[in-house]
């Protein structure tokens, strides 16, 4: 038998895949690799194929964001002459792209670019900047709104053509023919760390929940650049078999504070306040223990099948489905996770996720009585963002599904 | 004796109530959170009961300033505490609107008194009690006058800017050309009375319908808001101190719990 080496847990292993996400991509472009900057629920799989090192800007200026290093590049590229209503994202992108260096954290410049429009519009209008400032191909998927509960024939047959057309765009940028079986073997893993994140994030059902809710958006991470990968599948059983044990063992998601109130947090979190937001909730008793975004990476469909999986990226992300969707979505989560309450971050870079907001909440409470609370702030823009009136609004909640508690108790 | 203390941003206020919640003081103090409002609205209080503050025997602090007032037992928010404040004054209260200093907020209750659901104004200080300051200053009268400027305005000047600081210069604009200032008085009230309206039909505003703070005391603004929203509003007789005495009544409650 060899030495036996200390099992490293998937918090170790995260750190360790974040740390090196960057750096090897460093090393790859060194070495003469290609680098792909891509939106980020995208396929993957077939830049993966390729051996292609994909980075995504969105998970870059959340890093920037929670470490505080976002006001320097949204100064910036307000400056260059872009609204400040511009997503923030794309603000601290653009001037990272002219900047090139960050105190927080840093990743090369790309060679080419994947955008799909699935997450919104705004992408697609800032990856045309970038492919012309840097003179690089873009590949772009274009994934029309789903107004009807399932996909169009004619939508799935578009999109099907265009990953497709990519195939051969990559192709012709790599000088490389494309090795379906490959893609075969990528596809296959990319479902299965997908099933793997979902069955990790479902264990928040038990209650107490196993998951501090705001490990959602830490490992968050992660399955946005390791869904392709066996590092990847193998991070997200390990955090399953974790949760599954601290189940086991009735231990809820924090140790010196009981779960008092189960919530949803819907939308993006608020990356320069994520600790502030979460000693806020955690002082009352209060846990995310599911919410609707992070759920975007579940991407599922028949290995092999090219349709398939171009309608999955068209219908998992909830920005490209219809109001309806949303509601019974929201619905059944609170029914499953037996929900106390809504968290509603009114997100002023995303307009798309905003839009809905009151008439999600309006419909919610009328179906399941769950109360709700809305929050003015921005993924990575501090500027926006008052911790007092989020401190209330919070407060207010937890006084709201106290109240509901005691009156439940009491029928 | 209880003690309600809401602490807001441009106003302290106090309520003592005794053993039968009787109010003994209801007191208020033009100086919010980080002044010396506290204490001047405490002393205004604790001299019209002519008793000992040793004799409080639970306090609850709300408002912006709540968390940072050292002698409460718990801190509740001025959402909870405006609904019950006017619950108990009123107990056929089904929705409040409160024009605080730099929050308004609107709450709708079930028919038991609980929170059903409440909205608040962004971070933006359009529709609060901060933007009729601002307006005051600019018309040059007294935030107390400014209900009957508008109040004389025949044509109110549409004001279309939702932003305080842009709203002002929109004001200025009216004056340098002559619009007279009580027209100009009427559409600031106007401005604001549509917004928070706007707040109250996104909630769904049911009767009866209550108005509270500060800016209730502008009798304009509550007739346009009233208008605006098809209802008919009433102002409980001392507005400002709702949140106080809904904090009060909490303590009265949480004592009889905790003993």
Redesign the interface.
Same mark, same amino acid.
């Given at each position: 038998m060899g030495s036996e080496k200390t099992p490293v847990t998937s918090r170790e292993l995260m750190n360790q895949m974040l740390k090196r996400h960057y750096e090897e991509a460093y090393q790859a472009k060194e070495s003469g690799k290609l680098v792909c900057w891509s939106t980020s629920i995208a396929p993957q799989e077939l830049l993966t194929t390729m051996d292609i090192v994909t980075l995504y800007p969105e998970n870059h200026a959340a890093a920037l964001g929670a470490r505080k290093d976002s006001p320097t590049f949204i100064e910036h590229t307000e400056s260059m002459g872009y609204s400040s209503d511009l997503c923030s994202y794309a603000r601290v992108n653009l001037a990272y792209t002219e900047l090139g260096h960050s105190k927080a954290e840093n990743m090369p410049l790309p060679d080419l670019l994947l955008c799909t429009s699935n997450i919104c519009h705004t992408v697609i209008k800032w990856y045309e900047n970038l492919s012309k400032e840097l003179n690089i191909p873009l590949i772009m998927f274009d994934t029309p709104f789903n107004h009807t509960d399932e996909v169009q024939e004619h939508n799935a047959k578009y999109m099907k053509a265009q990953i497709y057309h990519a195939i051969e765009q990559l192709e012709e940028i790599t000088g490389k023919s494309f090795d379906f079986d490959r893609l075969q073997e990528v596809m296959k893993i990319s479902n299965e760390t997908s099933e793997w994140w979902k069955k990790a994030t479902d264990m928040a059902i038990h209650t107490p929940s196993p998951l501090n809710g705001f490990d959602l958006f830490n490992y968050m991470a992660i399955i946005v650049f390791a869904r392709g990968t066996q590092e990847g599948r193998a991070l997200f059983q390990l955090w399953h078999d974790e949760l599954a044990e601290k189940v086991k063992l009735g231990q809820g998601p924090w140790n010196d504070r009981e779960e008092r109130y189960r919530i949803l947090w819907d939308g993006i979190a608020c990356w320069p306040y994520l600790n502030h937001n979460y000693k806020t909730l955690k002082n009352l008793g209060m846990n995310v223990v599911t919410s609707t975004y992070p759920k975007s990476w579940t991407v599922t469909y028949e290995t092999g099948d090219i349709e398939g999986m171009a309608k999955a990226y068209s219908m998992n992300v909830y920005p490209n489905r219809n109001l309806n969707y949303d509601v019974e979505n929201m619905v059944s989560l609170a029914r499953k996770f037996q929900l106390d309450g809504i968290v509603f971050h009114?997100n002023r870079s995303c307009k798309l996720m905003d839009f809905r907001q009151?008439e999600l909440?309006r419909r919610i409470?009328e179906e399941c009585g769950v109360?709700?609370?809305?929050f003015?702030g921005d993924q990575t823009d501090p500027r926006?963002?008052?911790e007092?009136?989020y401190?209330?609004?919070m407060?207010?909640l937890a006084?709201?599904m106290e109240?509901?508690k005691r009156?439940k108790g009491r029928d | 004796m209880f003690l309600g203390i809401d602490i807001g941003s441009s106003s302290s206020k106090a309520v003592l109530l005794d053993e039968e919640k009787n109010i003994l003081a209801a007191e208020v103090y033009p100086l919010g959170t980080g002044t010396r409002g506290v204490q001047e609205v405490l002393q205004l209080a604790f001299a019209a009961t002519k008793r000992s503050p040793d004799s409080v025997l639970y306090t609850v602090a709300t408002g912006?300033g709540r968390?940072n007032y050292k002698g409460a037992d718990k801190? $509740?928010?001025?959402?909870?505490c405006h609904a019950k404040g006017m619950r108990f004054l009123q107990p056929d209260v089904r929705t409040i609107i409160d024009i605080g200093g730099q929050?308004t907020k609107v709450i709708r209750l079930d028919e038991?008194g609980? $929170?059903?659901?409440?909205?608040?104004n962004?971070?933006c200080a359009a529709g609060t009690g901060r933007f009729l300051e601002v307006m005051a200053r600019v018309l040059d009268c007294h935030i107390s006058d400014l209900s009957a400027l508008a109040g004389k305005g025949q044509n109110p000047v549409p004001i279309s800017n939702m932003c305080t600081v842009f709203a002002e210069s929109e004001v200025i604009s009216h004056l340098s050309n002559n619009v007279s200032l009580e027209n100009v008085a009427s559409g600031a009230v106007l401005s604001i009375a549509k917004r928070v309206s706007g707040m109250a039909k996104?909630l769904g505003a049911v009767p009866r319908v209550m108005m509270t703070g500060g800016g209730s005391l502008n009798h304009s603004l509550v007739a346009a808001i009233s208008e605006q929203l098809e209802l008919a509003i009433d102002v409980p007789a001392n507005p400002q101190v709702i949140g106080a005495l809904g904090a009060a009544v909490f303590a009265h409650t949480l004592y009889q719990k905790q003993s």
């Open positions: 009114s009151y909440q409470y109360p709700s609370v809305i003015d926006l963002f008052s007092a009136q401190e209330t609004r407060q207010a006084e709201m109240e509901s009156k | 912006y968390m801190q $509740i928010t001025e959402i909870s929050d038991s609980g $929170i059903e659901n409440f909205v608040m962004d971070k996104r």
